[in-house]
């Protein structure tokens, strides 16, 4: 019986180099893509992406014409996640930025590279900071990335009242912002909490205002091109927000997470003021100011149907809190 061959194996740094210089070149290419909203060509080679990814397989799966084919448009995706998606697929290897990297995340979630995703992931732990962090929770949680989204819970945890104060606090969908606001960890005191998540509501509210939360009823998160252009900037969220027509009430869009706010932490001169606010703009329904209420009559902490009365860990201590007896944990 003949002996198998041995494989053996050249350097591997060129070879990554030679393939590498093939992104994005029109040089023997035999397919162009009209990427992102600028509308930018791109050019590609089918056998190669066929070949490393079912996603292209499946969409070049048909013989190009004669002539010259048609491009193939790929609006959603921005033009800089989609040359990292090239990049990976020619020499298995990316360069990921701290600014673009949960666009290329987001694509490699929706082309099923896994191994794109698992670089992305390890990348996005490394680099989070205060205004990445609610960016990443959104897509963890639009995508069930279970381990990123524990890690950014942590992280805002730790560092609450700045992340609070981010643009990407405000775009956060609802399903992203409950986790948040059941956290026994916060370090932020509740009244600041209630602040924060009434500029969330309006941010929400604000015809035009949003481009995140709108694509089909949720976030544009829902989407795998929704993080094109996103603007990591301060958002002053304990703010004032400018004048703008009304999409939606305030309170619709507050009523998936206000459940979640811990009005019987507040004390009493916090909560009239609160209600009257609430009379101005409504953003809490009123039977659960009551049970807050009801909370401080009885001197009970379980006095409140379903309402939380749990202090978290940045909630700074009231006279009454003594007959809560219901402690951060």
Not at 2 to 12: D, S, Y
Not at 17 to 33: E, G, H, I, K, M
Not at 114 to 138: P, S
């Amino acid at each position: 019986m003949e002996n198998p061959g041995l494989v053996v194996h050249g350097q591997a740094a060129p070879f990554s180099t030679a393939l590498r210089s093939l992104v994005n070149n029109p040089q023997y290419s035999d397919v162009c893509f009209v990427v992102g909203q600028e509308r930018q060509e791109v050019f590609a080679h089918r056998c190669l992406l066929a070949c490393r990814c079912n996603f292209f397989q499946r969409l070049l799966g048909t013989e190009p014409g004669p002539g010259v084919p048609s491009p193939v448009v790929l609006s959603t995706v921005p033009t800089e996640a989609f040359l990292a998606v090239l990049e990976f697929l020619y020499a298995n290897s990316v360069t990921l930025h701290r600014y673009s990297v949960l666009e290329v995340l987001t694509a490699a979630v929706e082309y099923g590279l896994e191994e794109l995703r698992e670089l992305c992931l390890e990348f996005v732990m490394k680099v989070l900071d205060v205004e990445l962090v609610c960016e990443a929770l959104q897509v963890a949680v639009t995508f069930g990335l279970g381990p990123l989204q524990e890690r950014c819970i942590a992280f805002i945890e730790a560092h609450s009242q700045e992340a609070l104060r981010t643009r990407g606090f405000l775009e956060l969908s609802a399903s992203a912002l409950l986790p948040v606001l059941r956290s026994d960890k916060l370090c932020v005191d509740e009244a600041e909490l209630v602040k924060a998540a009434r500029n969330w509501a309006r941010v929400g509210a604000v015809s035009g205002t949003w481009g995140r939360r709108g694509r089909s009823g949720g976030s544009r998160r829902n989407s795998a091109s929704g993080l094109q252009g996103t603007g990591r900037r301060s958002a002053g969220a304990q703010g004032s927000l400018p004048q703008a027509v009304l999409e939606r009430p305030v309170a619709e869009v507050a009523a998936p997470v206000v459940r979640e706010l811990r009005l019987a932490l507040l004390a009493p001169a916090e909560l009239s003021a609160l209600e009257e606010q609430n009379r101005q703009e409504p953003l809490i329904p009123v039977e659960q100011i009551v049970e807050a209420w009801k909370c401080h009559a009885l001197r009970r902490g379980d006095a409140a149907r379903g309402a939380p009365c749990r202090r978290r860990k940045g909630t700074l201590p009231r006279d009454h809190h003594r007959f809560l007896d219901l402690r951060f944990k």
